[in-house]
């Protein structure tokens, strides 16, 4: 472990106040000593900078997927009081609600034989992929002011899904405060026409197979069997998410000496949670994070017709299990030294995991606790938990979300060769469409912590109990 961290536990960890200068309180991150070995020195001295902003409460935290990011690192948890506190962009990331969605199908892995190829290609054509994709679909700009005030449910609406996939999405598919004026033109322009596309980077839809259950009772909450044909979905906001995030940290930045905030990283650039710069972020990102539900809600849609059309099933019998955001700030309620306390959660690289009977939870999810959707790395398996009461203590009701890099996009171009890769997994039985095999040296399973054991840490850290682990056997990658 890197000099000058402090072990307070079997898996956790502690940065004194100290380890930077001006840092407010401590840091704490989750890891065992087989994920230390890949721990970078730049990501934790990021939890310690975050440790310096005002108003944080209690602690600077970090997941077990901890890796260097702009401004927060990847991986990382704050919660900022609601007077004395900001609110950053550095800790939501570009891509606002970066999320992912699970959903069921009533198929078993023998009912894809002789079809998965023709599936796989049938999802390529169904849903746009790549930097700069756009959707068949034609929205107006009344539309996409709509979109980013409902969220989900503007495409419900629209007959793209159902009123039970609203109910099993993190906030009903929709967070209350968004502001479409805080929203600019030229992120509205990249908006308009990428509406259900999948994007670029570690993006996917992946066809998935559940090969083991290992909550039987949280399993049957959730409605998956072992041996059942699943599909996952990853991605965001697209271009209109980044844009937003790129506005407002240039307003954001040039605020910083009007209320005297001294950071030790620029991309750190925030203001206070209720100043008019502070507002305007928020309502940006929150019109950001509707569109993201809207998008993985209209790719869902056309991905069941696909598994529909091709294995004659029934478009209901395809449930969302849930969907989870990973990027993202939210107010909410916590415990804050035995008082319930309102305050703003940034949550980058971090998933929401809610305890059982936590409010926010779905009622037929309530004695379990919130679904936590883990995906894996292409040729690595996906993890369905569920949130603990542990992680409402701890972590503010949060787990990791993925992985984690260990190694750079362009470090992975030059050690690895996509057409290698595509014929190894082949070679697994998982079949992968890209546009280009460069994409897939990019996002190589060797690419990323073993998902494996980052979910182990987790788990025995108590802050998401496993539920069921899912292999891949197709995927799409952005």
Not at 130 to 143: E, F, L, P, Q, Y
Not at 411 to 419: F, V
């Amino acid at each position: 472990m890197l000099t000058g961290i402090n072990k307070i536990g079997d898996l956790e960890w502690e940065v004194p106040i100290g380890y930077v200068p001006d840092m407010r309180v401590p840091g704490r991150f989750f890891l065992s000593r087989r994920l230390a070995e890949t721990l970078e020195e730049g990501a934790v001295r990021q939890l310690a900078n975050v440790a310096t902003l005002p108003g944080i409460v209690k602690h600077s935290l970090a997941m077990p997927d901890i890796h260097w990011g702009y401004g927060f690192p990847i991986g990382g948890v704050a919660a900022f009081d609601m007077t004395e506190g900001v609110i950053s962009p550095g800790g939501v990331g570009f891509d606002i609600n970066c999320g992912v969605r699970l959903i069921t199908t009533p198929l078993i892995e023998a009912d894809l034989a002789g079809k998965k190829r023709e599936l796989i290609e049938r999802l390529f054509d169904a849903v746009p992929t790549g930097v700069g994709a756009k959707s068949a679909m034609r929205i107006s700009n009344k539309d996409l002011t709509a979109v980013m005030v409902d969220g989900a449910r503007w495409a419900v609406e629209r007959g793209l899904g159902t009123e039970a996939d609203l109910v099993r999405c993190e906030g009903e598919g929709a967070m209350p405060g968004a502001d479409p004026g805080a929203v600019s033109a030229k992120a509205r322009q990249r908006g308009l026409p990428q509406l259900g596309t999948l994007g670029a980077g570690n993006h996917f839809l992946e066809v998935q197979a559940a090969r083991e259950i290992v909550d039987p009772e949280a399993a049957k909450a959730f409605g998956i069997a072992e041996g059942q044909v699943c599909f996952m979905v990853h991605c965001g906001s697209r271009g209109l998410g980044h844009q937003v995030a790129t506005d407002h940290l240039r307003t954001l930045e040039g605020a910083l000496p009007k209320y005297g905030i001294r950071l030790p990283d620029r991309q750190l650039a925030c203001a206070p949670i209720d100043s008019p710069e502070g507002r305007a972020y928020y309502g940006g990102m929150v019109s950001a994070a509707n569109y993201a539900w809207a998008n993985r809600q209209v790719i869902m849609h056309e991905a069941r017709k696909v598994f529909a059309h091709l294995f004659g099933i029934d478009y209901d019998e395809m449930r969302l299990i849930y969907d989870v955001a990973h990027n993202v700030a939210k107010f909410e309620r916590h415990d804050v030294d035995g008082v319930s306390t309102e305050v703003c959660v940034h949550r980058k690289g971090a998933t929401r995991a809610f305890g059982p009977g936590t409010p926010g939870v779905p009622g037929e999810y309530a004695a379990v606790g919130q679904p936590v959707i883990i995906p894996g790395s292409m040729g690595t398996s996906s993890y369905l938990l569920h949130g603990t009461t542990t992680a409402m203590q701890k972590t503010w009701g949060s787990t990791c979300h993925g992985a984690g890099r260990v190694l750079s996009r362009s470090k992975a171009k030059k050690e690895i060769r996509g057409k290698e890769l595509r014929e190894r997994l082949a070679g697994e039985g998982i079949l992968v469409r890209a546009h280009s095999d460069s994409v897939l040296a990019e996002e190589a399973p060797d690419v990323y912590k073993p998902s494996g054991e980052v979910v182990r840490v987790v788990h025995e850290a108590g802050l998401s109990n496993v539920v069921a682990r899912l292999d891949p056997l197709g995927v799409i990658k952005g």
